[in-house]
Structures are given as C-alpha cells and as structure tokens.
C-alpha cells in the first residue's frame, strides 16, 4: 500500500529516539500490533492496517555525548493516512509504551 503522490499525513509525529535503527526495527513489530509492518528493509518503512497506512522515516544512526557515555541518538518521523483522532491516539499510546526506554 503506497500513500498517494502529494497527499498530505493525516498526522506527523517526530521524534528523536535513544535507539540505533537495528535496535528500533527488532521491536517495531511488537510495538505497532495490530498493524503490519510491510518490509523492515525498505525506506520509509509501512506499517498497514486496512486502509490505514503509516510511514516510518529514520535518520542516519548517531550518538549524544554526556561525559564519557555514548547514547544511541535516532531521528524518527512517522506519517499517518487514513487516520481519524482515536486511531491516532490508539496507536501512539502502544508505540510509546513499546519503545519507552530508561526511567521515569
């Protein structure tokens, strides 16, 4: 499922994650259930669901430096079609649970 040539998101997120793009794609899966991710290999990277379709677009891998620790720094962007508010919000509340990492 592709999104229509010049059609505008729905809803964007960004974000920049403390992941490597290795370390967010092996739990992706888990953290979008019930969607399916179409391809891990592919850029953006769809993740489907009927007529919904959401496009996962990473950076380039980096680090953030805080004194002699190295965290893995990864922009992340996520393009939501065929969304209404619910949905978004359904979605949102899983991938965050999913892929929060550290304290707090």
Sequence with gaps: MNAAKGAEADFQYQADMGFTRV??????ENAVVPYRVVSLSSDPVEIVKEDRLIQLTTGADGFRS???MRIPLLSVS?????FD??????FMQRFR??????GG
């Excluded at 370390?23 to 992706?28: A, M, P, V, Y």
């Design 23 to 28: 370390e967010l794609l092996k739990g992706l």
């Design 66 to 68: 805080i004194a002699s």
């Design 78 to 82: 996520l393009d939501f079609f065929g």
């Design 85 to 90: 508010q619910m949905q978004y919000d359904e």
């Design 97 to 102: 649970k999913y892929l929060h990492k550290g």
